[in-house]
């Protein structure tokens, strides 16, 4: 059975990212007042304007045609975090002809080489305390490297006000919409990362499929401030703050490094409207009761993708904070965006509906496509999934079924109202004795219990019973880290364990960790905590 989006389908130009963006911001009612901030930095207040940012486009899309000698097709690595420059950066490398790698800013030289060596890149544009990191891989030159600044010169090294240049930009140099625009990272659903690429028109469909579906259900920000807290370098902050901003006219607050005590005090300065955030730091944030005692009053959305989140937290959530609250799912190799919620009004744990141009099918082992309420994998299809993984024909073979549907590698199930659940990750399951445990089912129970903060659920492996336990590991909240931890521990594993099918209850006991590890999108980094367990730490008491 193939399910399809519930909305008529929408028209998708044919054309490049720059050109379709230049078009809406002509055409966008919010962008008429040319002082009108497109993006504002949080801990500075500098903002940069429609007017600058058009300006500054032109300038560095001919700096890199004729000040750098960028070729149609080369590849040029972002690496910084948030900034107010690092759309105008962005979008200035497309409209030159060239296709941007992002790189997450934090990674080591070893990682960074990886990723630069892979993505073939010859340029760089660089946030300033990234540039010794990128100078260490030694992948890309000096005199191609470019720092993300218009002013900061560190000896030997060139700014944007090196780059840019007042020469006319060349006009033949835009790419076809079926040329790759991000190299974007993801393991896929197995393996080591790989690039993603995708196309012009990937990137472009998406962003009309987000932006039909947000206007429909009266969901739009136009003319509204958002929080820019998800990073530009992640397809999720790429898609919805970077190109959906400028097509629907909202004001991003750009935050260079977010920390949670951050939240309240930015919304209350900036008048912040609605925020994207990652589900740890929403179950974290909405926990804390210095949340409730802050100034949310401007607050009216609060947005998140697929994850661990229990009707009950939900319904908890909306009963304390004036909120509308939507869920939504996607990966990068969908560009991001596959399901939304339509309104977010009343708790429920479905991640949402399809977007406009979208088909989906649920999976069984064997193949069989399935029904209503038959959980499997979900396989997508539309112009938003991409075109394949960069010089890996194998991986993309393998990604994609005979009909051109992507395999995800997420279990899930659609209700008779067409609701997409996620079920969690094919490669997260549990086997305990031949039953798969979900640990999403797990941890959404365990989020509920008023002394946890944050949980992950893993397998820790018994050669005794040579089976996998599924086992908890908890962050405290902290009224209750002065608890005896034994007992405790045994509160929380009973707690849900009362709320769960047999094979599912925390065999392998509850364990207490400071924090969880994540990585810049805010993903818990199972691995990590996986290797953990298999050196002999038992982080905390069973």
């Known amino acids: 059975?193939?399910?399809?989006?519930?909305?008529?389908?929408?028209?998708?130009?044919?054309?490049?990212?720059?050109?379709?963006?230049?078009?809406?911001?002509?055409?966008?009612?919010?962008?008429?007042?040319?002082?009108?901030?497109?993006?504002?930095?949080?801990?500075?207040?500098?903002?940069?304007?429609?007017?600058?940012?058009?300006?500054?486009?032109?300038?560095?899309?001919?700096?890199?045609?004729?000040?750098?000698?960028?070729?149609?097709?080369?590849?040029?690595?972002?690496?910084?975090?948030?900034?107010?420059?690092?759309?105008?950066?962005?979008?200035?490398?497309?409209?030159?002809?060239?296709?941007?790698?992002?790189?997450?800013?934090?990674?080591?030289?070893?990682?960074?080489?990886?990723?630069?060596?892979?993505?073939?890149?010859?340029?760089?544009?660089?946030?300033?305390?990234?540039?010794?990191?990128?100078?260490?891989?030694?992948?890309?030159?000096?005199?191609?490297?470019?720092?993300?600044?218009?002013?900061?010169?560190?000896?030997?090294?060139?700014?944007?006000?090196?780059?840019?240049?007042?020469?006319?930009?060349?006009?033949?140099?835009?790419?076809l919409p079926t040329s790759p625009a991000y190299l974007c990272y993801s393991s896929g659903t197995t393996g080591r990362p790989k690039a993603v690429a995708l196309t012009h028109r990937n990137i472009v469909a998406n962003v009309c499929q987000v932006d039909a579906f947000k206007r429909h259900h009266g969901l739009s920000h136009s003319g509204q401030t958002l929080a820019g807290i998800l990073p530009f370098f992640h397809t999720y902050g790429l898609t919805i703050l970077l190109h959906l901003g400028l097509v629907q006219g909202f004001t991003v607050v750009a935050v260079r490094r977010f920390q949670l005590d951050d939240f309240v005090p930015l919304v209350a300065q900036f008048r912040i409207n609605a925020a994207y955030l990652v589900p740890p730091v929403i179950i974290s944030l909405f926990k804390d009761?210095?949340?409730?005692?802050?100034?949310?009053?401007?607050?009216?959305?609060?947005?998140?993708?697929?994850?661990?989140?229990?009707?009950?937290?939900?319904?908890?959530?909306?009963?304390?904070?004036?909120?509308?609250?939507?869920?939504?799912?996607?990966?990068?190799?969908?560009?991001?965006a596959v399901l939304f919620t339509p309104a977010a009004v009343h708790a429920s744990s479905t991640v949402g509906v399809l977007l406009p141009n979208m088909e989906a099918k649920i999976v069984a082992e064997d193949g069989r496509a399935l029904g209503y309420g038959e959980t499997g994998e979900l396989c997508l299809r539309g112009p938003n999934v991409m075109s394949g993984y960069l010089n890996n024909p194998e991986a993309t073979t393998a990604s994609f079924d005979a009909d051109g549907f992507l395999l995800t590698g997420d279990l899930g199930h659609v209700s008779v109202h067409d609701e997409f659940f996620i079920t969690d990750r094919i490669k997260e399951l549990i086997k305990y004795k031949g039953f798969q445990v979900a640990p999403a089912e797990l941890e959404a129970v365990l989020i509920s219990h008023p002394a946890v903060r944050e949980a992950v659920v893993l397998g820790s492996y018994d050669p005794e019973q040579l089976t996998e336990l599924p086992r908890a590991l908890v962050v405290r909240q902290p009224d209750y880290c002065s608890r005896d931890a034994e007992e405790l521990a045994r509160e929380i594993a009973s707690f849900t364990n009362d709320q769960v099918a047999g094979y599912?209850?925390?065999?392998?006991?509850?364990?207490?960790?400071?924090?969880?590890?994540?990585?810049?999108?805010?993903?818990?980094?199972?691995r990590q905590l996986r290797a953990q367990l298999q050196l002999g730490n038992p982080l905390g008491p069973t």
């Open 289 to 336: 009761p210095r949340t409730r005692a802050g100034d949310l009053s401007s607050l009216v959305e609060v947005g998140t993708g697929a994850a661990p989140f229990s009707a009950q937290l939900i319904h908890d959530i909306l009963t304390v904070y004036a909120v509308r609250f939507g869920q939504g799912y996607g990966l990068t190799e969908a560009s991001p």
């Open 1 to 175: 059975m193939i399910f399809r989006s519930a909305l008529p389908p929408v028209d998708i130009p044919n054309v490049d990212i720059v050109t379709f963006l230049r078009a809406k911001i002509h055409t966008c009612p919010y962008w008429t007042d040319r002082d009108r901030a497109v993006f504002i930095d949080a801990t500075t207040g500098e903002s940069l304007s429609i007017a600058q940012f058009e300006a500054e486009l032109t300038r560095l899309t001919a700096g890199w045609q004729h000040t750098a000698g960028l070729a149609i097709g080369d590849v040029v690595a972002l690496v910084a975090p948030n900034d107010i420059r690092f759309s105008v950066g962005l979008f200035s490398i497309l409209a030159a002809g060239g296709t941007v790698t992002l790189v997450n800013p934090a990674y080591t030289a070893a990682e960074m080489a990886q990723q630069l060596a892979d993505a073939g890149a010859r340029f760089a544009l660089v946030a300033p305390e990234a540039l010794a990191t990128v100078a260490e891989t030694r992948i890309v030159k000096p005199e191609s490297t470019y720092l993300l600044h218009p002013t900061i010169r560190p000896p030997g090294s060139r700014n944007l006000a090196d780059l840019a240049s007042d020469q006319p930009p060349r006009t033949s140099t835009s790419p």
């Open 504 to 526: 599912k209850k925390l065999r392998g006991g509850v364990g207490f960790i400071d924090a969880l590890p994540k990585s810049a999108a805010g993903k818990v980094m199972r």
